[in-house]
């Protein structure tokens, strides 16, 4: 007796999403909670897994289709032999589907984006995780090893078949290739925000900058003893999140939103940490950021990053947020303007910490640097709110007894 099987329900922020790859082909056999099916909606891949061990009978909605909530996308035969292909397929198909697929590794979504963007044959990559699952690290190492022996392959090559000089066609550095793909419902999402944010927000952006020389020298301090005692590292954006949460008190409409003709004052800091991805940009949300410790801090960061490379933040991850923090300085951004995160009033931008020279008391001094952005929406916040709550994050930071002392 076949079994349906439905996309997920889907948040009501979530109207409906797209079939993102098939892990499973008919006549293929899996196992209880072995994945079938990625479905990808704006924020999210949500994982769709087998009720019981059995096999894939039929697949009602391929790759690429869009599906409601809770719609049937396949259709799986519980406790079916392998190999035992649909009944309306052709009979001479069923042995070379499981011929094929019995070769077939199995791949985390991340691992199989990364693997058909390289167009590398799945079979070909060894996988180390478990169950001989292939990880995104295995794709990479099998890229590197794949570009060491080819220039080694290559280089002989090119010395023992010399290219005839009679030859007067036009010599190109290299193939004009161009590759299409769909865009992702994340990217079109975020660049849907993207623009939604400049046409309707009045945004303005001023900047600051700040000495990184106390907060460096305190966690070059303490970092070892913190990791020890944590069992996480300190790094340089607890600081700055405990900063925002301090300068978010002392400055409420930062922290607040406009809905319609009201604003809306929170009383507590929802503080958004934006995340690259392989997907695109996320921002997974640190809630009550209020009451977390650097170390708290520190660890949820650390978890959010891991989830985001391999795609499995969930929705409620990245729901709500009262403010939002982007470091665009670990790709080594010396200045930009961060755009607004809506429904959001400001969003902070941290940059590259670059050494300059600096005067001091009248004397020129070698400091390390940062510049900060903060993005505000000049309908909610004048330019005096938005300067002094920049101000404050800045003494903060080059004072970190502040943040103890609260002065």
């Not at 948040?11 to 499973?24: C, F, I, M, Q």
């Amino acid at each position: 007796m076949a079994t349906e099987i439905k996309a997920p329900v889907f948040p009501e922020s979530v109207a409906d999403g797209t079939v993102a790859t098939w892990h499973k082909q008919p006549g293929e056999a899996c196992q209880r909670d072995e994945l079938l099916v990625d479905i990808e909606t704006d924020k999210v891949v949500l994982e769709v897994l087998a009720s019981a061990d059995g096999v894939l009978s039929e697949i009602l909605k391929p790759e690429g289709e869009v599906v409601l909530s809770g719609e049937v996308v396949g259709l799986f035969a519980e406790g079916a032999a392998a190999g035992s292909a649909p009944a309306s397929a052709p009979a001479e198909m069923a042995p070379a589907s499981s011929a094929a697929t019995a070769e077939d590794p199995i791949l985390s979504p991340a691992a199989r984006r990364m693997a058909d963007e390289k167009g590398f044959d799945p079979a070909s990559i060894a996988g180390t995780g478990k169950g001989g699952r292939v990880t995104k690290e295995d794709v990479v190492r099998h890229a590197e090893s794949g570009t060491q022996s080819a220039t080694a392959s290559v280089a002989p090559a090119a010395v023992s078949a010399p290219a005839p000089v009679e030859n007067t066609a036009p010599i190109f550095a290299g193939e004009r290739t161009e590759k299409r793909v769909p865009m992702t419902r994340l990217r079109a999402k975020v660049a849907e925000r993207l623009v939604e944010a400049q046409q309707t927000a009045a945004m303005l952006t001023t900047f600051n900058e700040i000495n990184m020389k106390p907060v460096m020298e305190l966690r070059s301090q303490y970092k070892d003893v913190f990791e020890k005692r944590h069992g996480v590292r300190l790094g340089f954006m607890s600081f700055f999140v405990k900063a925002c949460i301090e300068a978010l008190r002392r400055h409420p409409v930062v922290n607040a939103s406009i809905d319609g003709n009201d604003i809306v004052y929170h009383g507590y800091q929802d503080v958004g940490v934006a995340v690259s991805s392989d997907r695109g940009l996320v921002v997974p949300v640190l809630r009550n950021a209020e009451e977390m410790s650097l170390a708290d801090i520190e660890a949820k960061i650390r978890e959010y990053g891991k989830k985001a490379m391999d795609g499995k933040l969930g929705i409620d991850d990245m729901t709500g947020g009262t403010f939002t923090i982007s470091n665009g300085g670990v790709f080594g951004s010396l200045l930009s303007t961060p755009i607004l995160n809506p429904p959001q009033s400001a969003i902070l931008g941290m940059h590259k910490i670059q050494e300059r020279p600096m005067a001091v008391n009248g004397k020129v001094e070698i400091l390390p640097m940062m510049y900060l952005a903060l993005s505000y929406d000049h309908r909610l916040l004048d330019g005096k709110e938005a300067v002094t709550f920049l101000v404050t994050i800045k003494d903060l930071l080059e004072d970190p007894a502040r943040m103890l002392l609260d002065v």
